[in-house]
């Protein structure tokens, strides 16, 4: 053996044991999954926010459109707002869908990030009750 490889030896040894006896420095790796989901969540939240907003203006245009129905006169002008209506009516409910789906997907990301934390909380609880034991 080669003195640098018995240097690298003993260093990665006495590491080891630093790395053992305290419990203090424990470093948790950068974990991009997280991030993305935490990420993934705030998209999610801006996307139900703008659908939301979406479903408002189109329900007050249909709204709108049933108010001009009342005044118009003949039968062509009230059919054209009626059909106006229902087809804003149509969108906002097309835009509650998606804002459904964006509140759910907010559901699912927030539910595997927690159970992520879980998992972590539980692992980190298990190695500081087992550091304990050993003292």
């Given at each position: 053996?080669?003195?640098?490889?018995k240097?690298?030896?003993?260093?990665?040894?006495?590491m080891?044991?630093?790395?053992?006896?305290?419990?203090?420095?424990?470093?948790?790796?950068?974990?991009?999954?997280?991030?993305?989901?935490?990420?993934?969540?705030?998209?999610?939240?801006?996307?139900?926010?703008?659908?939301?907003?979406?479903?408002?203006?189109?329900?007050?245009?249909?709204?709108?459109?049933?108010?001009?129905?009342?005044?118009?006169?003949?039968?062509?002008?009230?059919?054209?707002?009626?059909s106006?209506?229902?087809?804003?009516?149509?969108?906002?409910?097309?835009?509650?869908?998606?804002?459904?789906?964006?509140?759910?997907?907010?559901?699912?990301?927030?539910?595997?990030?927690?159970?992520?934390?879980?998992?972590?909380?539980?692992?980190?609880?298990?190695?500081?009750?087992?550091?304990?034991?050993?003292?």
């Open positions: 053996m080669t003195d640098r490889y240097t690298l030896t003993n260093t990665y040894r006495s080891h044991i630093d790395e053992t006896l305290t419990d203090a420095g424990i470093e948790e790796p950068l974990n991009e999954a997280r991030l993305v989901r935490g990420g993934s969540v705030l998209v999610l939240a801006a996307k139900a926010r703008e659908y939301g907003n979406k479903v408002s203006q189109s329900s007050k245009r249909g709204k709108d459109e049933l108010k001009r129905l009342q005044k118009e006169e003949d039968l062509d002008g009230k059919l054209d707002a009626l106006s209506s229902l087809g804003y009516m149509f969108d906002a409910i097309m835009y509650s869908r998606l804002q459904l789906g964006s509140v759910t997907g907010i559901a699912v990301t927030t539910g595997l990030i927690s159970e992520r934390s879980n998992k972590e909380l539980s692992k980190l609880m298990g190695k500081s009750n087992t550091n304990r034991r050993r003292r």
